[in-house]
């Protein structure tokens, strides 16, 4: 045995599962006393192939056609350990596991320590090799979908396979769609017609459900991408589930698309690093488990449903983004001073106790546990588990679970532990329930806050007699005795009422923040207000100049906006945003929404408050579908609604309605979110629809509703003589209509218009950037706006998928990125991403880690790029490096070369220098089939070597040398060599095939076309020709037997067929047949038979290796055939006495011809 290290390749081996040696399907290549390499058994027949490609097709069953197997002595099935889709890579296994494996095999005595030792070698040779790879994934189903998804696709291993699922493209086409991180893609293979469809998740724009082509059942999805394509899937038998996974997926794509760089936490991190969690994350998150002993990796299908649960358990409770749901359990709730009760669901959370009614009664609960002073478990016989919870304010809260003792013991467990990390927090609850207007209330009402809005200074808009602001205090104070209070507030069915009548002025900043979720993100936050200014004190941030122009356009009605006060508070709480979230930075409307949340919170307070950007496109489908009438009056008359109703969602109707009324809809707004402003919405127009009837113009609509506005305080009804109808404003009726009415537009619908309109709606965005982009490119280097595009897409694409972590406004493309980058445009370039994941000190690896020689010629084209030395290059940078190599002429290129291997610029290339630059041609001419490159570059080498010139240094050490000692004169080959430009440009253009390279070859190499992908055909054409080869054969052979009855039965017909022979058709009918026969050294004679039947298929006249003489059909059989041929003549009335070939006017030349032509091209595609 070679005692040399072998490494084994990548991608081949596979966690060990058992399968049936013995398959009649496998033929064994290779055996050994422990192993077997097998092979598929392909079926000779073409139609039996395709029969069998279908079969497999449809039920997922199709293998790679190498495989090596563990012969298991234990009397168990073997083991499979490796699979392949080429022979290479199948006998680098069988070579590695001959020098690996073999020899500790001998060692061992018992079959059971040998199976245990070949089980244990390849697990940890697949976990080390294939980590975070769906090769590790726990679910087998998964990794074998996910390796025949890699390879129909030709996908990086690096791809994780979310999902896949049965379907039909098109209603007609059966195969499989599968769903990674990043694709959709669809395999099908039916008869040898292979269909092939890939879709970039970032790509598509609309998602929609629909029904089959027939009508008839719901299990179809449709997918619109960017470019207006559509691609139908039926037969969808899980469509909710499909859908909901697409959309999932696409919108992580469109946030990443709009942030141009990955999202935090993606499904495919890991669930745990220990390398990566510091130790305040520790003991910030005590949920967070240990390192699992197994190596293997749950499903991504897992990871994205337990983050979709997050996302909805945090939207449900207003939590901030760190919490995670670890907990769930039904039960009962109930305060220990009250009777009543309520059944639902308990919830934990790293941090939180959430508790929500499914009763129907509207009941909901967020405990924070360092709010919590005593948890205790109460005895109850009918219960398995009854804990008592004492909170801050000393509110006793009962919990009954209707679970088994398990699950209960499981939630405890967890509740104790979360409890215990939460304790070092409760030293800061004091100060911060200090800020609450709530605590000093149930006090002493009298006295006054120090801390709070502008309002205690400047007064609260409105007048507090006419809004009852005493009487609604004392309401909120019967109710937080009895219901807790800021943190531990219970929200019941009465809560909500209390917010729909108006909150009172002191107490609306901090229920604003309560139920918005705010205070749990200050809470937790405390002192960051004051530390992101301390930090960017003196700094000015990108955002800077648009927010002074609106400082003083931010309800200058109110007289804090008159004072240097308010606007100093205004400009320090939109600065601090910007720095704190500089993703969204500052946009429009923003500062109207924080001058008036400025007006009842702090500074503190109203940076933490949420902000929401709100669809303009959900407003008009809601429009749509629920007011259709007047929509289509709209469309009719072309009355934009975004003209008038966009400021709406902007400013939260701040800008729209008197402030004091804007207020009340506010207070709705954070209590149940944003479905609110959509009802409001959808209320004003139904409300006024007759006049909008009426309308014809923006102009119209604009008004109409503006009148509406400025009476919304006046009463509905001011003749009547019934108090309580005078007291109700049209405001009052708006706020009616929109609960009742509109009751149907939910949170939950919301989001998932969201997650509809957000693809579309990034597109446009993506389009709008793009288009702005291009147009500001200083130069563009003579590419056409088509190839300017695509440089555009590729760009970004590279961006998108390198997950390059970048600031906003900075999209430049770092090394790691332009690798991928130049891979998409030149097949030189290409660099795997298991080569770059696989690098040792930056060096990329190959599949059997090898190191990849001459890839640094992509360093150093990035560093020519980088025209600003900053280590990243820009779009413009990108079209600027491009256009030299692709519009220059031959010398520039040459020159291009020549400085990318001058390392010190000094206008020379020294030894290691031109080694470096022969290693950099060969690595571009790596894929080409010809060996005239190798002769090339060593001619290359040898020239640069003979015209190369001693250096500077090496002369002037040889002048001294000569002057010591004259006999003994040391030679200009002795010292270091170098070479100028000009012996360089000598030395190329010398070489013809190098002269062509830089001439043509290298610009021809950088290709701008988009790939077009669909739809290919596999074994069409091949199941066509051996239909063809077969019937030729078969009438070849009955040929023979009927002329030669022929000749027997009718001498004379037989002359004057060889008479008609002699003409020209017949002549090129059978110089063509004899040209097959000289070009077919093993072909089956050809019959001297001037007929038609006489040709022959050169497939046919293959023999199969293995066939035997039983294969061929004897003279018997022949005779049989012929007897049932005879039969078939004479059934139809066909007399062969009396052929047709007797008139000699009855032969169209002019068909036979065709038929020529038409067998001649037939002929040569099947040679």
């Known amino acids: 045995m070679n005692n040399s290290h072998i490494d084994p390749p990548r991608g081949v081996f ?176 039916i008869l040898g017609i292979e269909t092939k469809l890939l879709i970039e998740l970032k790509n598509i724009e609309n998602l929609v459900k629909e029904k089959s082509k027939r009508g008839m059942v719901s299990d179809s999805i449709k997918v619109i991408t960017k470019d207006g394509n559509e691609y139908f899937f039926a037969n969808l038998f899980h469509r909710d589930e499909t859908y909901g996974l697409l959309v999932q997926l696409a919108g992580q794509s469109m946030q990443r698309l709009l942030k141009n760089a990955a999202v935090e936490l993606t499904p495919s991190m890991p669930i745990y690093d220990a390398d990566n969690v510091t130790d305040n994350q520790k003991l910030d998150s005590p ?377 009340r809809v506010l207070d709705c707004f954070f209590m149940e979110g944003p479905k609110v402003l959509f009802q409001i919405g959808l209320a004003i127009l139904k409300i006024n629809g007759n006049e909008l009837m009426e309308v014809s113009d923006d102009g119209a609509f604009i008004n109409t509703l503006k009148k509406y506005f400025s009476s919304l305080d006046e009463p509905i009804n001011a003749d009547t003589s019934d108090q309580k109808t005078q007291e109700l404003t049209k405001f009052d009726q708006l706020m009616i209509v929109a609960f009742k009415e509109f009751s149907s537009v939910t949170t939950q619908s919301v989001m998932e218009l969201r997650n509809t309109f957000q693809l579309k709606v990034v597109h446009n965005i993506e389009s709008f950037t793009k288009r702005d982009i291009i147009r500001n490119l200083q130069d563009t280097s003579k590419f056409s706006k088509e190839d300017i595009s695509v440089i555009y897409d590729k760009y970004y694409t590279a961006q998108f998928y390198g997950k390059q972590k970048s600031v906003r406004n900075d999209s430049r493309m770092d090394l790691t990125t332009f690798y991928r980058f130049l891979g998409n445009i030149t097949n030189w370039a290409k660099l795997e991403d298991d080569e770059l994941s696989n690098s040792e000190n930056g060096e990329p690896r190959d599949s059997q880690g090898r190191r990849i020689v001459g890839y640094k010629i992509i360093n150093r084209l990035f560093d020519y790029f980088d025209k600003s030395s900053s280590g990243g290059i820009t779009l413009q940078d990108v079209v600027t490096g491009l256009g030299e190599i692709k519009f220059g002429d031959m010398m520039s290129r040459i020159k291009l070369f020549f400085d990318l291997h001058d390392g010190d610029q000094d206008g020379y290339l020294l030894k290691e220098e031109m080694l470096q630059l022969s290693e950099s041609l060969l690595f571009i001419f790596r894929f080409r089939q010809d060996d005239g490159h190798l002769s090339s570059v060593s001619n290359f080498i040898k020239n640069a070597f003979e015209y190369s010139d001693p250096s500077t240094e090496s002369k002037a050490l040889q002048e001294v040398v000569e002057s010591v000692i004259d006999a003994k004169r040391k030679s200009p080959e002795d010292g270091e060599r170098q070479m100028s430009f000009p012996s360089f440009r000598m030395v190329i253009l010398a070489d013809g095939y190098l002269e062509n390279f830089f001439d043509n070859d290298f610009s021809s190499t950088f290709q701008l076309v988009e790939p077009v992908e669909e739809r290919q055909k596999g074994l069409g054409r091949e199941i066509f020709n051996v239909l063809m080869s077969d019937g030729m054969k078969l009438a070849n052979r009955f040929g023979k037997r009927l002329n030669s009855r022929r000749k027997l039965q009718s001498p004379s017909q037989a002359e004057r067929k060889k008479s008609q022979s002699s003409s020209s058709t017949s002549d090129n009918l059978k110089s063509s047949s004899t040209s097959i026969k000289s070009d077919t050294s093993e072909s089956i004679p050809l019959v001297e038979d001037e007929s038609i039947e006489s040709f022959v298929s050169i497939e046919s006249s293959e023999v199969p290796r293995n066939a035997s003489s039983s294969s061929i059909s004897t003279d018997e059989e022949d005779d049989g055939l012929l007897q049932e041929v005879d039969r078939l003549l004479s059934e139809y009335s066909i007399n062969e006495s009396e052929s047709n070939l007797e008139d000699e006017n009855s032969i169209n030349y002019d068909d036979v011809d065709f038929i020529e032509d038409d067998v001649d091209k037939l002929l040569e595609e099947m040679q």
């Open 14 to 189: 596979t966690l060990p599962i058992t399968c049936d040696s013995s398959n009649p399907f496998w033929d064994v290549i290779k055996s050994s006393k422990y192993f077997i390499l097998q092979r598929t058994r392909s079926p000779s027949s073409a139609i039996l192939r395709g029969v069998i490609g279908t079969i497999q097709n449809v039920f997922d069953t199709k293998a790679p056609p190498f495989r090596i197997l563990f012969r298991s002595e234990l009397g168990s099935p073997s083991l499979q350990i490796a699979v392949s889709q080429s022979q290479k890579g199948i006998e680098d296994a069988w070579k590695w596991i001959e020098y690996s494996l073999n020899d500790g095999l001998s060692r061992l005595d018992t079959a059971a320590e040998k199976e245990n030792y070949v089980v244990t070698k390849i697990n940890s040779l697949v976990t080390r090799h294939d980590k975070g790879t769906d090769e590790v994934a726990e679910d087998q189903n998964i990794r074998n979908a996910s390796r025949a998804f890699r390879q129909n696709f030709d996908i990086a291993p690096t791809e994780r396979l979310v999902n896949f699922y049965s379907c039909a493209y098109r209603g007609i086409q059966q195969g499989w769609m599968y769903i990674s991180e990043n694709y959709l893609g669809f395999y099908s293979l």
């Open 287 to 663: 949920s967070l488990s240990d390192p699992p002993l197994s190596p293997m990796i749950p499903s991504l299908k897992k990871g994205l449903e337990e983050q979709k649960r997050d996302i909805e358990f945090r939207i449900l409770y207003n939590l901030p983004s760190t919490e995670h749901l670890m907990q769930e359990c039904a039960c009962e709730f109930s305060i220990s001073e009250m009777k009543d009760s309520w059944t639902g669901k308990l919830q934990l959370s790293e941090a939180y106790l959430a508790f929500e009614s499914t009763d129907g009664k509207g009941c909901s609960l967020v405990i924070p546990l360092y709010t919590v002073r005593r948890v205790e478990r109460v005895n109850n016989k009918s219960h398995n588990l009854v804990l008592s919870v004492l909170n801050w304010h000393q509110m006793k809260s009962i919990f009954q679970f209707n679970a088994t003792k398990s699950v209960c013991e499981k939630f405890c467990n967890t509740l104790r532990s979360n409890l215990k990390s939460q304790l070092r927090h409760m030293k800061s609850l004091r100060p911060f329930l200090s800020t609450c207007f709530s605590e000093v209330l149930l006090i002493d009402p009298k006295k006054e806050l120090t801390v709070g809005g502008l309002g205690l200074n400047f007064g609260f808009p409105g007048d507090a007699k006419i809004l009852r602001d005493r009487s609604k205090t004392k309401l909120w104070i019967d109710y937080m005795c009895n219901n807790g209070r800021n943190l531990t507030l219970i929200k019941s069915p009465y809560f909500y009422k209390l917010v729909r009548i108006g909150l009172p002025n002191k107490l609306r900043g901090e229920m604003w923040e309560l139920c918005s979720g705010a205070i749990y993100l200050r809470f937790v936050n405390n002192g960051l207000y004051d530390k992101l200014h301390k930090e960017y004190a003196g700094k000015v941030t990108p955002s800077t100049e648009e927010i002074e122009k609106d400082l003083n356009r931010s309800l200058p009605e109110y007289p804090a906006y008159q004072s240097p006060e308010g606007i100093n508070r205004l400009r320090r709480v939109l600065t601090a945003y910007s720095w704190k979230d500089p993703e969204l930075g500052y946009c429009q409307a923003m500062n109207i929404v924080a001058s008036a949340i400025l007006i009842y919170m702090s500074e503190e307070q109203a940076t933490s408050m949420y902000g929401a950007i709100l669809d303009q496109l959900i407003f008009e489908h809601y429009v749509q579908s629920k007011m259709s009438i007047l929509y289509d009056h709209f469309q009719k008359v072309d009355i934009q609604l975004s003209v008038a109703c966009l400021p709406w969602f902007l400013s939260l109707y701040i800008n729209s309605m008197p402030l004091i009324l804007a207020f």
